[in-house]
């Protein structure tokens, strides 16, 4: 009797040599049905069953695929396109399942696919709405009458997965270029008693020359990715672990930003009104600006040093309830497939409302050679014809050597 000894890890492994997905948009809110009728929307899905040839697949979102997003919302609040939260811009799907059992998987900007899948690597692009001229994506939530309004450009966001032949499971994501608007009625709270003061120092400055500006002249405050890490304590987005809500830190980088650059117009003001000092001529300009100086300090200073009750704490309540903006998300399923996420959008305290995976990328299980078929019915017949046969010859064999020694044994 002849047996094929399989391996035990072969038991759980998968049946298609490798595999990868890699998807724009994943959320609860894409039924079945949806996904059944646009296809786009599954994502760019290679699958190598035999080994019989690399398999590529560049799946950009088509035009059913774009309309079937900007259709969704979450209750009365559409999800994507120019009258939803999120636009997206040059962004792709791709995936390659290959013959060694390795497989690789890419969402995002096309961009950087390059970068995240080797040099080369053309990815096709596609839109959702119209989003900041060169961003990958943008997104807006609330406004300026709500108690928060919140902007996020993103230049560059994607994300890679890929599995080696060895079964090793990796991801990378990026998000560069990001920059976050935030208004509303808690930030114009503390801004409704900068910026009069502010104004009226600058108005008295510039009128002597300095060419000061109003930082907080739109009544919102701009901060960068960098403002976020530097609160988080991380040189780079990269250094933060799997997850992170970003929003976390955007009170907190709100009161440092207001801060610093209130600082730097009112030093600015006292650097200008001791320039104006020095000079017979502009004396009495420096020293009124001096003054001015002093009560711009009077009024703005209090309000700086409450800033962490007006502002930090209510902002980050009302942005705790208004979104989630999670990074590099990582997730392995019970299959044994890895999923590598740039960004998860949530909506709603803890995403209640709406959970939706931006670029995302998906390889494996991977079953490698192990799936290979290594015979078809015919040859199937024949090997089995010659297991038979060898299981005959020895057989044969082993009789003849029993014999020999009978009579080896009766000659003794």
């Not at 970068?115 to 900041?132: A, D, E």
């Not at 970003?246 to 930003?257: D, G, H, R």
């Not at 497939?337 to 990328?361: E, I, K, M, Y």
Request: proline letters at 4%; glycine letters at 12%.
């Amino acid at each position: 009797m002849a047996a094929l000894i399989v391996p035990a890890a072969s038991a759980s492994a998968a049946t298609v040599v490798s595999q990868g997905t890699g998807r724009l948009v994943e959320t609860s809110l894409l039924s079945s049905n949806v996904l059944d009728t646009l296809v786009a929307l599954r994502g760019a899905v290679a699958v190598n069953p035999d080994a019989s040839g690399d398999v590529t697949v560049d799946q950009p979102l088509d035009a059913s695929a774009i309309a079937g997003l900007i259709g969704l919302s979450a209750g009365s609040t559409a999800l994507f396109g120019d009258n939803g939260i999120i636009r997206l811009g040059a962004v792709g799907q791709y995936a390659q399942a290959r013959d060694d059992g390795s497989s690789s998987a890419f969402s995002g900007a096309v961009s950087a696919a390059p970068s995240l899948l080797g040099v080369g690597t053309s990815v096709t692009g596609s839109s959702v709405g119209s989003p900041t001229a060169g961003d990958t994506a943008s997104l807006a939530l609330g406004s300026s009458s709500d108690l928060v309004g919140l902007r996020v450009d993103l230049g560059v966001l994607a994300a890679s997965a890929q599995q080696a032949a060895d079964g090793t499971q990796t991801g990378q994501y990026v998000l560069s270029d990001a920059g976050f608007t935030v208004d509303g009625t808690i930030v114009s709270g503390a801004l409704g008693v900068i910026n009069p003061a502010l104004n009226t120092l600058i108005t008295l400055a510039n009128a002597s020359g300095a060419g000061l500006t109003n930082p907080f002249a739109s009544g919102a405050v701009e901060l960068s990715l960098d403002d976020l890490t530097a609160v988080a304590g991380v040189a780079s987005v990269n250094d933060l672990p799997p997850g992170t809500d970003l929003l976390s830190y955007v009170p907190t980088a709100i009161a440092q930003k207001i801060t610093a650059q209130v600082q730097q117009v009112l030093n600015a003001a006292s650097a200008f009104a001791t320039q104006l000092k020095q000079n017979v001529l502009t004396l009495a300009a420096g020293v009124a600006l001096e003054t001015a100086v002093a009560t711009a300090n009077a009024t703005i200073v209090p309000v700086l040093n409450g800033l962490t009750s007006t502002v930090v704490t209510p902002l980050g309540n009302a942005l705790t309830t208004l979104a989630q903006l999670q990074v590099n998300v990582q997730s392995t399923g019970s299959d044994g497939s890895f999923t590598q996420t740039a960004l998860r959008v949530g909506l709603g305290p803890s995403g209640s409302l709406a959970a939706v995976n931006l670029a995302s990328a998906t390889v494996g299980p991977n079953a490698g050679q192990l799936a290979v078929p290594i015979a078809g019915p015919e040859s199937a017949v024949l090997i089995g014809g010659f297991v038979v046969l060898a299981g005959l010859v020895l057989a044969a064999l082993v009789a003849r050597g029993r014999r020999a020694r009978t009579v080896g044994t009766a000659r003794g």
